[in-house]
């Protein structure tokens, strides 16, 4: 038997009680090593978990959200029905007050929001020119009601953002330069209007546009302005317009047919449907909803 006061041995003569304690240790050390839980914005600042803090310079952080409004090509209008998200952070130069928008943190800046093309492909027919098994293609989409196409405003570079030309109504508030991603089963996946290098550039003012004809001038709206906390101005109700964008041709269509044998043929269909490329005084984009602005000394405040 063993004596009271000293550890037993197991098989082999190791000692249990030694081992104990070593295991605890490394789980003592393991437990110190660990990363600390990440912080995030509580509250009223919940919204700017992404905004890009760690960045130099970085001082403002942004958090919009655009519920209504439009984008229009021609004579496609597209509502816009399911909430769009813009966020990131914004360098302000305190001697020259200009601003440096910067993106946000984990790379979502401008959320990938499909909205619904009214109509479809309905109005869209297949040429005569194509070769007759394309056209038996998409003839058999549409014969089977596959016809529903979505669009995705893109982004393609850095915005850039001024918050005085907003407040004061003059000049470029938000400038987008995006792609417009047109997406159904016949179209496939990489179908875009405007590329990288060739974007669609979207200055969207709250002031009054000047456009060509036949596009009329039209005038964005403030909106209602509130300090919600210390650090934080949310601004509701407010609307950013243009109407003097142009829109490229579509590129990348129907890629997934035939390892894109016949793309150029799809690109030019929906280029003949959507009368592209459309010039400046065509088309019209309006973003309306909330914009919220805050300090990056407020939001970290509020982290826990």
Known sequence: MTRMGKPHAGRGGVRIAPLLVAAVASLATLALAAPAMALKPTG?????????????????????????????????????????????????????????????????????????????????????????????????????????????????????????????????????????????SFLGPKCYVGSKTHPAIVELTTGTTNPPPPNKPITGVVGELKFEAEGLLVIRKNTIVNNTFAAPVAEGCGSQILFGLFTGIIDSAVDSQLELPSASGNNTAILSGTLENATVEAVKKSEK
């Open 44 to 184: 009223l600042f919940a919204n700017f978990g992404e905004c890009p803090q760690t960045v130099t310079g970085v001082n403002q952080c942004v958090f919009a959200t655009s519920s209504s409004g439009e984008f229009t090509i021609k004579k496609t209008t597209v509502p816009i029905t399911k909430s769009i998200t813009l966020q990131g952070g914004i360098i302000v130069n305190e001697e020259t007050g200009s601003e440096t928008f910067v993106e946000a943190a984990d790379g979502n800046t401008l959320s990938k929001t499909p909205q619904t093309v009214p109509g479809g492909l309905l109005k869209v027919v297949a040429p005569k020119e194509w070769p007759e098994f394309l056209q038996f293609l998409f003839n058999e989409f549409i014969n089977k009601g596959i016809t529903g196409v979505t669009e995705t405003t893109e982004l393609v570079a850095t915005p850039s953002i001024s918050r005085i030309a907003l407040l004061t109504k003059e000049g470029n508030a938000l400038t987008l330069p995006t792609r417009i991603h047109l997406e159904n």
